[in-house]
């Protein structure tokens, strides 16, 4: 059977168990996943649309992938749109997959932007596909790579979509991904190091949630008594209400870091960005370091010991080892949970203070705790903006099942937390979706917002109106640490529940504490009927929050 490249594809992501794809035009496949009955997202815009197949992937972690398209060739304006949204999904390593059309054959070294060197430093693999017959080929590799080792973005570029070839002479086989389990030696040694350390430390990143290993690193932090953080990208891969749990930042979490002297890192790079903590003199500590690959070992802090292989297979052998040892008795260490129990206590006092607070402007804590009141924490998704927002609630938002909350950004770009909703929506229809925003993520997602509304997908964006940059302002660090680029209209001179509320959203704004509450509730009922929300809460800037150990001001 002849047929051309764009339903080639088409249907091999059907045979992948792709169910929609997001986009913005123009890509010669979307015709094609038309014509073959795939339903298309059409977001406003191509970062948006990049974004939200991440987001999915994300969301899923990896279980289903998500799928974009957007603009490429020589008139790649979509892609250069594009870019943004692929750079954080490389930042964050997301396996999503964007196809867009490739520079034909004749044509390269035509425009002044260079599709291809700009692709790669944005993807884990950039496939070109110079012959239709090729096409089982490139997407067999792409959904390998998708599905297996470290995760990362993969873009497929397609030069001439109407060419044809035969669908049978090389029939696609949905690829399954394949796991890497760690060499037993390594494992002995690790358990060695583990037993041997007075107070060691777990320190669980996204790796975890991708393996779906959360039960077992349960199982494992239980069986050693081991106390757990988790980086913001891997909130909720451990329980948050466990009572090994210690945080993900603030200075519980410090104490912890400081006072460690074995780190079991399990999924994590490892790598103190801006958003994540650097390891306190970790010369003077033993760090094992589990990983799907090598590419982070020895990379910021020297590695004593690795583990190399999927986190599932890893956690499940160190426990196994260490039940073997022990006789299945684990590791008796005094009273672990009763120490992390005390420590939290004292780290998180002064938020749940402010969790209560009945001022007015409202404090934002106060909106946090009143969301975490009124959501269902075991069925529902909650995600930050870059800016207080991310590190508010990456501070106190207890977080029950993984991807309850999505942290995101080892580099944070504004905005995405729109698409996170969107895609948690896609992902969990019955699950409430809440994305809450400061200002500047609200600019970025307005031209974004009549996709809720075309899609009736019923999402509520709590807007923490606070007038500015509240992180930047003046007064906080000093003189501030940017006052000049601080400011812009806030509720006084603009009503923001009256703009986005004559688009067609529900929206309410609230100046009262004890109307947030009531606010939520409406906002999540409206929702179950597939409308989206728009809530502005009149709030006090108040850039306080937990740090990173070693990151300065955050
Ligand atoms: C695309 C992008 N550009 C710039 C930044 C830098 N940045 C981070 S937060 C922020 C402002 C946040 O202000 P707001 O949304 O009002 O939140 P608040 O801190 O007041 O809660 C800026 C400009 C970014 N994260 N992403
Ligand atoms: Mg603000």
Not at 167 to 196: F, H, I, M, N, Q
Request: charged share 20%; aromatic share 8%.
């Amino acid at each position: 059977m002849t047929i051309d490249v764009a339903t080639g594809i088409v249907r091999i992501l059907k045979q992948e168990g792709v169910g929609w794809v997001s986009t913005f035009p123009v890509c010669r496949v979307n015709n094609a996943l038309g014509r073959e009955g795939v339903p298309m997202l059409m977001m406003r815009d191509d970062r948006y649309a990049v974004a939200v197949a991440d987001a999915f992937s994300r969301i899923t972690a990896g279980s289903r992938i998500g799928v974009a398209t957007f603009q490429g060739g020589v008139n790649a304006a979509g892609m250069q749109y594009a870019y943004a949204g692929m750079a954080q999904a490389y930042e964050d390593g997301s396996p999503v997959l964007c196809i867009t059309d490739g520079v034909p054959a004749g044509a390269s070294g035509n425009s002044q932007y260079d599709v291809a060197s700009a692709m790669k430093t944005v993807s884990k693999w950039f496939g070109y596909l110079d012959r239709p017959e090729r096409t089982p080929e490139l997407m067999r590799r792409a959904f390998t790579m998708l599905r297996s080792g470290r995760p990362g973005p993969v873009i497929l570029a397609i030069p001439n979509a109407t060419a044809t070839y035969d669908e049978t002479a090389d029939p696609y086989r949905p690829v399954k991904g394949w796991k890497s389990a760690p060499d037993p030696a390594d494992v002995r040694a690790a358990v060695d190091l583990l037993l041997r350390a007075r107070n060691p430390l777990i320190y669980a990143g996204e790796g975890v949630i991708y393996a779906g290993a959360s039960e077992d690193l349960k199982a494992l932090a239980e069986l050693v008594n081991v106390p757990v953080i988790t980086t913001l990208k891997a909130k909720g891969a451990f329980s948050e209400n466990h009572p090994l749990f210690v945080g993900v930042r603030g200075d519980q979490v410090a104490h912890y870091l400081n006072k460690s002297d074995l780190i079991l890192a399990v999924g994590s790079s490892l790598s103190p960005g801006r958003f994540s903590h650097g390891i306190p003199d970790a010369a003077t500590k033993t760090i094992i370091h589990c990983n799907v690959d090598e590419l982070h070992i020895n990379k910021m802090y020297p590695t004593a010991h690795a583990v190399i292989g999927d986190a599932r297979l890893t956690l499940q052998a160190l426990r196994q080892e260490v039940s073997d040892r022990t006789s299945g008795a684990g590791r008796a260490a005094g009273d672990v949970a009763a120490e992390v129990k005390a420590a939290r206590d004292q780290g998180l006092a002064r938020y749940r203070q402010v969790m209560n607070s009945d001022e007015t402007p409202i404090n934002p804590y106060r909106v946090y705790g009143d969301l975490m009141e009124v959501l269902d924490l075991r069925n529902s998704f909650v995600t930050h903006e870059s800016g207080n927002t991310r590190d508010q609630l990456s501070t106190v938002f207890d977080t029950l099942i993984p991807r309850g909350f999505l942290g995101w950004g080892n580099v944070s770009t504004l905005g995405f937390s729109l698409a996170a909703a969107i895609a948690a929506k896609k992902a969990f229809p019955d699950r409430a979706s809440v994305a809450v925003t400061g200002e500047a993520g609200l600019g970025y997602m307005f031209g974004n917002l009549e996709v809720l509304l075309r899609e009736k997908l019923g999402i509520t964006v709590v807007h923490i109106s606070n007038g500015g940059f509240a992180g930047y302002g003046p007064g906080f660090w000093g003189p501030g640490h940017d006052p000049f680029t601080h400011r812009v209209l806030g509720p006084n001179e603009v009503d923001m529940s009256k703009v986005i509320g004559s688009l067609g959203f529900h929206t309410e704004r609230v100046g009262e504490p004890a109307a947030i509450i009531p606010a939520l509730r409406q906002a999540l009922d409206v929702n179950t009927s597939g409308r989206p929300a728009y809530i502005e809460f009149i709030c006090c800037q108040y850039p306080v929050y937990g740090q990173w150990v070693g990151r300065g001001e955050g």
